[in-house]
């Protein structure tokens, strides 16, 4: 898990020229997250998606939901700590080579997560994020990356990244990071992709976030 996952939900521009400006960048993982549309629209889209991203590089995720994952053919689903459980989710959705991906917010539930072996997990919120109706409190940069720096599984770091603190995310061990309105709000997607690209290409090679212990 490497680099940009990229979360379309409610693009100024459209979900397919979003997903489309993902394809031409080269973003390895796109998230459909459509949380209160209805479920026949959800699909409508996931079918436009799949359509962009099959044979690409781009591999497409649906949140929440494995039954809309399984009905457009995605490479995976994402899943929240309220949605049903992944051994469960991999029950319905044996197909070989299929994505599961799982949300955390804290260390515990981080922990708990390594027990059901998902793919991948998120961490965040990393700092305050209107994105969600509810949302989960903030762990902040050090607790965030002490996690994601402690997981024995891949880690995406989400939750109020953008380009004015992409450099700090990396520079606390992130090695794959979750935008939403950074792209979904922008009027030119592609530029706002390849400015995230850019940044996270110019933090370099990851280092320690600073020691805030005193000297011996």
């Known amino acids: ?16 020229r979003c997903a489309e400006a993902a394809v031409a960048c080269g973003v390895r993982w796109l998230q459909l997250r459509m949380k209160r549309a209805p479920r026949d629209e959800i699909i409508a889209v996931g079918h436009t998606l799949r359509a962009i ?28 700590q309220g ?3 992944l051994d469960e989710a991999r029950r319905l959705w044996p197909a070989a080579g299929k994505v ?7 260390r515990e539930q981080a922990a708990r997560a390594v027990a059901y072996a998902p793919d991948y997990i998120g961490v965040g919120p990393v700092f305050a994020t209107p994105t ?15 996690i994601i720096r402690a997981s024995p599984v891949p880690t995406v770091a989400i939750g109020g990244i953008g380009p004015e603190n ?16 950074a792209v979904n709000q922008a009027a030119d997607p592609e530029a706002a992709i390849r400015s995230l690209q850019a940044v ?8 320690p976030p600073p020691s805030t212990s005193s000297p011996s």
């Open 1 to 16: 898990m490497q680099g940009l996952y990229l979360i379309l939900t409610n693009p100024v521009t459209g979900y397919e």
């Open 53 to 80: 991203t099959r044979g690409t590089a781009t591999r497409l995720v649906i949140n929440d939901d494995v039954g809309i994952a399984r009905e457009v053919d995605a490479d995976g689903v994402h899943l929240g």
């Open 83 to 85: 949605d049903m459980p």
């Open 100 to 106: 599961f991906g799982l949300s955390t917010h804290s």
């Open 132 to 146: 969600k109706a509810i949302p989960d409190p903030v762990l902040g940069l050090e607790e965030a990356g002490a």
């Open 166 to 181: 992409l450099a700090d995310v990396r520079r606390h061990g992130a090695t794959a990071f979750a935008v939403v309105r």
């Open 200 to 207: 996270w290409q110019a933090a370099g090679v990851i280092q």
